[in-house]
């Protein structure tokens, strides 16, 4: 209990609502006794899950390539099943079909000024023995990129997201019937080729530059953990800003019959070809580019002068493939909650990997069935969940989250109806506590994670990550301040990439994603080199951070279910939903103001009086000064939310001072549909501008980020994409989902201010 | 005219004093008929600077190396003399007796583990003829390093800079006994060894990242400008933040006779032994040393992962010299003064380069060479400067601003007697003026600015430097908005590197340093392909941007030369000694914060919590909490000082509105007199803490930068370097020179006041 001691408590005790009984010991939403009881079942949970079984099953797991489609990837699913059942747990495979693309084909040379022929191959290494399971391992390639045969100037685009083709319009660069060659970083790679055509590009490369992942930060594969000469990042450049899952089934589960898109209806391939390259094949490409020598920002650790071009590289491109529908295996565990098994806890990691997968996603998933089996054991000495638990392995997460969206979809008026919380993982390090996720669970996973202790620090991985925040930048005196003294720290916002995405930026149920990182950097993503040999000495070799993380995972689970009154809280949720306000009124501001600046500049000559002409850039383009917009909207739905959340705030405070209530009492049962019910109306059934899947109106992945979280989304997308009539409705839009959320829990104290009478 | 309408100046006419008469068109200092005259032979004056003639001058100069010793620095001096006189200007060479080492022997090899010897040799481009000269270079080696022979583990330091060592304490790792191996940048270069040293390092290597100046950047010679693989940058390693000049002559001039040190006698020798290598030399050296990882900020753009050490790799070094005596050839051109001989106005650039110079110093010399000839010309047509202008061609700027440095010292009584400003150039580039120096002389050079035309843009040079200041990052809105408004562009505050040292520092005199650049990158500096091939080709083609430098050094000299009421400004210049004051205040606020949250930090256990047990960093050392200083002093000081200035500012107002007054005034030349007089009052006789021979109390390049400049110096290192008791008296000191300076400047008024009346 070392974690309780001291200020920090102190603080918390004082500026929060100190559980649902008066007696409750800090355990939000448990009467005295039960809050007890719970603490003692919990501590039993985390006395089970051991390292030594992570190993293990990190090893079986990970013993061949397992992507979907594979034989290893099935046989995987299936042992999964029968080790959930046989430590007695009520478990099923659900099965989907999907569209899912493998290389038929796959050229890439340089055909002028020299010649140079891609390897487009990772070797094996000797001291690692899966790396040379040649035969069942996916080449190196992008998923759901369009076959094409292309033959171009090659230019080159940096990141490849749209900021940078602002920068080559300035140059007088453009990619027009060009093949562009991006680095990977600064966006999800989906977003390269899908900004790349939208600029006129035939096609698409996407290195690994050492930069980022290679040499300049470290020794590499097999001497260190960094990505070696020839390592390659496979993944899917799917368009999952639009929808994610089964590109030919949107908005449905990908079941035997259901009806599908012919594939050229579907939105979500990329216009062009694309192909993920080693640095080692990049560098002839790019040495042999001249032109403008790139801005600076632009250049990699590669021992050569960075162009732009276009050209006179010129790039043969072919990319073939088959177009098959491969089945999908989501190993799926129920725990039937005891007394309100129509609310559900559930709790995901994917199964499936590129190709052996050990650090992605084996290092989650391996925590995930530890803590199923700690669950279970609990589950035979008594302990009785008051909600159901569902536990998730899903599979085809790396083609484009399809296990998880299909099954979500297909479930979605049961969700819709029952899901209180969805907790994912999705790979595991060691290092420091990551949490992001809906703003109402930001109170209760700090709560958690001050019961976990790290092992390396041994200290709660909630005071750890306090140390981290006060000292590392860019935490200026004032973010140091707030660290010491907020009760709660900040958890982030969820983007996209992982599991999460169809709970709560398709259905809004409000959703976690944990995890540990930070110390245990590398370059092996998705590539045949994550695997056991490479986690085992790079990752978390005593599989210790793989134990915390099934503490923190398991711990958080029971506590949802256990809880008489799900512990939502509408003050972090509030504080937040101010910041995210307060950045969307000044992003308009500061749009504004850097128009006029710029079109006074124009005026003014500036750009042709500065210009360097050995370096010509063209000025920018003349726009039109934006309108003010109307906030107003969006303050009185903020304002409404406030008030809500004061009174649920007073409605519990009366609540813990009665000294909690009976587990049958009926308005309990209604403020918890109510608390559940919150998450769902953030949400707009037509979602997001030309995009509907995403029904979320406070998160959603950016529609050129794509892993990156864009927090109400509607209103800063509008505002960045300098649409200020889509603006103004965004902004109305959002201060309604601000108003309903508001009337939601204005009901949800309603009722619980009738559990207190 | 174009540059003098528009709202900028209107803003000035509307906030500054408008000159000395109120009808002088804004030229202060000058009486409304004098204005027109000075007008008019200005332009005249600007007509006469011929590219072609720039361009000739430059092959002349660079046909062969020239440094010290050589003999064609000798011819060099010669040839320059034989112009001045061939003008018809009053010209002649001073000598000074100089210790210049050069290399007798020079070795650098890996002995382990794997063995690689060092070229240390820059090879002959076919395509630049004077690059193959070999038998007239200099070697590539670093003057006034120390003889040594040792061999020890190699420690990578980055920069080599006081910061990396508090890194490397933290990293665990020590120098002691190792040979350090530094990039260049991040200071200058004399800083490395020194810092080394101070550190117990037995040796001291300086190489060229290709991050810096070499393939990074863009391309390397001869296809660009950039550093090839094999070019080393040369240049003096003299401690001279301690006293720059001859080593043996401190203070006095080092005529044949002076009184002279023992070699071992001489402070600003380094303590061990160094050698600048280039990219090809250090890759090996490099690749070869393992340890930690070096931190990212660390990491250059060579193909390897930098690593830190100590060691494996062990270095030989070995560097023995010719401690030789040489002759400087200072070339000094004289046009007395009609009317105020005794007021001088001195202007120099050196001649002497490491090898063949064209952009150092060639660039900058042909310009003032042009500017002669056309004050020369002038005189011919019947100009009669008002005071005495002094043209000075410096011997030994590279070794240690020896020619300027011995010169000054040699003349020091007259030239505290004499001598109102010093304008230095230095080499020269395409692109925006730059201007640093006293700020007493900022207003003065804004409005030479306004009058000279630049070749691009064809707007004056003030006006695309403004443009500059308003487009360019860090701007930020506040920082445009004063671009946009304040009457005058800001100047830099100088710190060292050029010949203006001894002026401003030593003596006291109001100096400035100017020329063009920013549009011309390269990395040639210090090494053999600095010459007239590459400078026709990358520098200034055209020679344009040396006509510009040219007609502004000529205007400024013949603007000052000519003024009634010297045009020193202190409204400027007081509103720069507040930010400085702010600035020194806040370091001590921030200085105590950082060491108050630091001892926190380690109180709370803070360090040990968050480290990675894989990359360890030992806990920073708890320091006692500072006191608060008293910085009331210098609070006095200012606010006598800014009394003063506005004293000043009525007093001029009055002069101006009685219409001037007659040049043979004595109190005209009573004011005159004490205005020089206030740059000197700025000094104090017994110097700055621990380095005498810097006398001035506002600028001073910094103990461990070098280049770079530190104000209200004394304040300023004594809390940097956290010697509170210090500190305390260097507020006291540099309240009493703002005293000082008030006295003067209240002085300069009374005798204007009766100018006036």
Redesign the interface.
Known sequence: MLQRLGVFTLCLTLLTPVGWSADGDGLSGYAAASAKSEQDWEAKFRAIPDPANLRAYMQRLTARPHHVGAAYDKDNAEWILGKLKEWGLDATIENFDVLFPTPKERALELVAPTRFAAKLEEPAVASDPTSGQHAEQLPTYNAYSSDGDVTAPLVYVNFGVPEDYEMLDRLGVSVKGAIVIARYGGSWRGIKPKVAAEHGAVGCLIYSD?HEDG??????FPD?P?RPRDGVQRGSVMDMPIYPGDPLTPGVGATRGARRLAINEAETLTKIPVLPISYADAQPLLAAVSGR?APESW?G?????YHVGPGPARVHLKAAFNWDTKPLYDVIARIPGSANPDEWIIRGNHHDAWVNGAQDPVSGAAALLEEARGLAALLKQGWKPSRTIVLCFWDGEEEGLLGSTEWAEQHAAELQQKAAVYINTDGND???LGVAGSHTLEKFINGVARDIEDP??K?SVW??LQ??R???PPAN?AD?QEARTRADLRIGALGSGSDYSAFIDHLGVASLNIGFG???EGGIYHSIYDDFTWYSKFGDPDFTYGRALAQLGGSAVMRLADAELLPYDFSDFTDTIRRYVNEVEKLAQDSR?QIV?RNR?LD?G??????????KLLPPPKEQTPPFLNFAPLENGFAALQRAAEQYNQALAQASAAGGAKLANASLREANAKLIAVERSLTLKDGLPNRPWYQHQIYAPGFYTGYGVKTLPGVRESIEQKQWKVAEEQIARAGRVLENAGETIQSAAAALSSVAR
Chains 1, 2 share one sequence.
């Open positions: 050492p040499y300049f930060r470290g020794e590499v260190g960094f020598v250049r650790s590669l021992p050569i002068t060691r290092g420091y390396e620090a200290l005071k750890r140390f981290f006060i000292a590392n005196a140091r930070g110390e245990s103001e600046e500049r003014e500036l750009f042709a009086a500065i210009e360097n002409p050995r370096e």
